[in-house]
């Protein structure tokens, strides 16, 4: 019985460890690329109307914003997901980077992974537009990223498909491509 006291103590102070040490940087946990037969102009437009992400990215329920001002740096949104045996819960959004047709970047608070998404958008031919994703998560520490990161970037990466075939989709005009 002592000896497994012990055992637990000595794992319980490593996992404390861990949980303080830090990454140096946000891990990335997604990066995505689509193109979408759409100008970057009709793409951007419609990516950075954050009110129309319930359309695309799945578990999004509502989305609006804040405060009624131009999309800028700090301009804030509140949307909610749909979860499993909670049900739906609400997560805050602020815009970090917003640069018109090329860059759109917004953070979460959701607790679970503190998202950073990060969208830029570049000309791929007459009428074409490669909208590249990329998710970081600001949680840093090697506890975080030994255990649940692991399990984030597995589901992340199949909802961030999803939503970007989605997004694909609505804005070439051929609705659920999913058939569902």
Same mark, same amino acid.
């Given at each position: 019985?002592?000896g497994k +006291?012990i055992?637990?103590?000595?794992?319980?102070t490593i996992?404390?460890?861990f949980a303080?040490?830090? +990454?140096?940087?946000?891990? +990335?946990v997604v990066?995505?690329?689509?193109?979408i037969?759409?100008?970057r102009?009709?793409?951007?437009?419609?990516?950075?109307n954050?009110?129309?992400?319930?359309s695309w990215?799945?578990? +999004?329920? &509502?989305?609006?914003?804040?405060?009624?001002s131009n999309?800028?740096?700090?301009k804030?949104?509140?949307?909610?997901? &749909?979860?499993?045996?909670?049900?739906?819960?609400?997560?805050?959004?602020?815009?970090?980077a917003y640069?018109e047709n090329?860059?759109?970047a917004f953070?979460?608070d959701?607790?679970a992974?503190?998202?950073?998404i990060?969208m830029t958008?570049q000309d791929?031919?007459?009428?074409r @537009?490669r909208l590249? &994703?990329?998710?970081?998560t600001q949680r840093?520490?090697y506890?975080?990223?030994? @255990?649940f990161?692991?399990i984030?970037?597995y @589901?992340?990466?199949q909802r961030?498909?999803g939503?970007l075939l989605?997004?694909?989709g609505?804005?070439?005009?051929?609705?659920?491509v999913?058939?569902?």
């Amino acid at each position: 019985m002592m000896g497994k +006291l012990i055992a637990l103590a000595i794992v319980s102070t490593i996992a404390a460890i861990f949980a303080q040490i830090e +990454l140096n940087n946000d891990p +990335l946990v997604v990066t995505k690329d689509v193109v979408i037969k759409k100008n970057r102009s009709a793409v951007f437009g419609y990516v950075s109307n954050l009110r129309t992400y319930p359309s695309w990215y799945p578990g +999004l329920v &509502w989305m609006q914003e804040v405060e009624h001002s131009n999309m800028k740096p700090g301009k804030r949104f509140i949307g909610a997901y &749909w979860v499993p045996i909670i049900g739906e819960l609400n997560e805050n959004f602020k815009i970090v980077a917003y640069d018109e047709n090329k860059k759109l970047a917004f953070e979460s608070d959701f607790f679970a992974h503190q998202p950073r998404i990060v969208m830029t958008f570049q000309d791929e031919g007459k009428d074409r @537009t490669r909208l590249t &994703w990329k998710m970081f998560t600001q949680r840093r520490s090697y506890f975080f990223f030994g @255990t649940f990161f692991q399990i984030f970037k597995y @589901t992340l990466d199949q909802r961030v498909t999803g939503a970007l075939l989605t997004l694909r989709g609505n804005l070439q005009g051929e609705g659920n491509v999913f058939g569902i």
